[in-house]
C-alpha cells in the first residue's frame, strides 16, 4: 500500500470539502477540487478495501490537471468516515451501494450541479462503483475501474484455485466467527465482517448477493449499458488480468474499453497499490477516454 507524506496529508486536509451524513449516523467527509469550468465532467474516486481517500490525492491532483473536477471520500468505517473501524455497528456491501454511495454522489450532484459524474474505483472500490452505477441509471456517466476482477476462485486459473479457495474462506470464516477480520492472510488490514463475508460469499459463487439486500446484482450488471473503462495491471497478483476478463464478461451489455498495462507502458509501477505513484501517466488516459472517448495507449 501507499503512504501519503506530512505534506501531502496537510495539503489534502486543506481541500474545499462537506460532510455527508446518512440516516444511519454515518458520516463522510467530501472534499473537492473543482475545475475552471463548471459544466466540466467530475470524477469521484471510491478507495480499494482498507485504502483512504488521502492515498489518492496525486490521483486527485493529476485528473485535476487534465482539465476535470475531482471528488474524493472515504469508504465507511475508513480514513475520515465516522463511526471508526471498531467503533461502528457491522455492514456489508448492501450499506455501501444502497445507503453510502446515493448520498456521496449526491453531495458530488450538488457541489456540480449538470456536469457528468464518473466514478473511478479502485479495486473494492471499483466493484462497488459498477454495482451502483448497475442499480441507478441514469445517475453516473461512466465508470473507471483499476485492479477490479472478480474474486471467484475459478477465474484466478488453477495455479492458484487452492489458493484462493482457502484463503478467501477462511477470511469469511473468521470473520463470521470473531465479527470481524483482524488482518493477517492476504487482507493485512483490519476489515469489517459484513464487506469480507459479503466477500467471501462472491468469492464462492461468482455472484453478487449483499446480505440484506432485495436486488438481484448480477442481473442489473448483465444490463448496464454504461461506457466502463477497464485498466488491469500485468504484475497485480491481487486482481490479475484473468480475473478482470471473467468481470468484464459479466457486463455484456456494457460499451467497455480495455486498457492492459504492461512493460511496454509509461506506467512503471504496476502492482495492485503502487500503480498511484505512476498517476500523472494514469489521470491522463482516464480524463482522455472520459473527454474523447478513446482508448488509452
Not at 465516522?82 to 453510502?100: S, V
Not at 469469511?172 to 470481524?180: K, P
Amino acid at each position: 500500500m501507499t503512504t501519503a507524506t506530512p505534506e501531502s496529508r496537510s495539503e489534502f486536509s486543506t481541500l474545499e470539502s462537506t460532510k455527508v451524513e446518512t440516516a444511519e449516523g454515518v458520516s463522510f467527509t467530501v472534499r473537492f477540487l473543482a475545475a475552471e469550468r463548471s459544466d466540466a465532467p467530475v470524477v469521484l474516486i471510491l478507495p480499494a478495501m482498507a485504502m483512504k481517500a488521502r492515498n489518492y490525492f496525486a490521483l486527485a491532483k493529476a485528473l485535476h490537471v487534465q482539465g476535470l473536477s475531482v471528488a474524493t471520500c472515504d469508504l465507511r468505517a475508513h480514513g475520515e468516515a465516522t463511526p471508526a473501524l471498531g467503533e461502528h455497528t457491522d455492514f456489508g456491501y448492501r450499506e455501501m451501494i444502497e445507503t453510502d454511495l446515493p448520498a456521496l454522489v449526491a453531495a458530488v450532484e450538488q457541489r456540480f450541479p449538470g456536469a457528468p459524474i464518473h466514478l473511478f474505483g479502485h479495486s473494492l472500490g471499483g466493484q462497488l462503483a459498477l454495482l451502483f452505477s448497475a442499480a441507478e441509471p441514469g445517475r453516473i456517466a461512466g465508470v473507471t475501474v483499476i485492479g477490479t476482477g472478480t474474486v471467484f476462485w475459478w477465474a484466478f486459473g488453477p495455479r492458484r484455485w487452492w489458493e484462493a479457495l482457502s484463503q478467501i474462506q477462511w477470511i469469511g470464516l473468521v470473520s463470521r466467527l470473531r465479527g470481524h477480520w483482524p488482518g493477517g492472510v492476504l487482507i493485512p488490514a483490519p476489515m469489517p465482517g459484513g464487506v469480507m463475508i459479503d466477500w467471501s460469499v462472491h468469492s464462492l459463487t461468482s455472484y453478487y448477493r449483499p446480505s440484506g439486500t432485495k436486488r438481484r446484482y448480477n442481473s442489473l450488471l448483465a444490463a448496464m449499458a454504461l461506457p466502463v473503462l477497464v485498466i488491469s495491471l500485468d504484475e497485480d497478483v491481487l486482481g490479475p488480468k484473468s480475473n478482470v476478463d471473467f468481470l468484464v464478461s459479466r457486463m455484456p451489455a456494457a460499451a467497455v474499453t480495455r486498457w492492459h498495462i504492461d512493460e511496454n507502458s509509461a506506467v512503471v509501477h504496476r502492482d495492485h497499490f503502487l500503480w498511484v505513484k505512476d498517476a500523472p501517466a494514469i489521470a491522463a488516459g482516464v480524463a482522455n477516454w472520459i473527454t474523447a472517448g478513446t482508448a488509452p495507449a
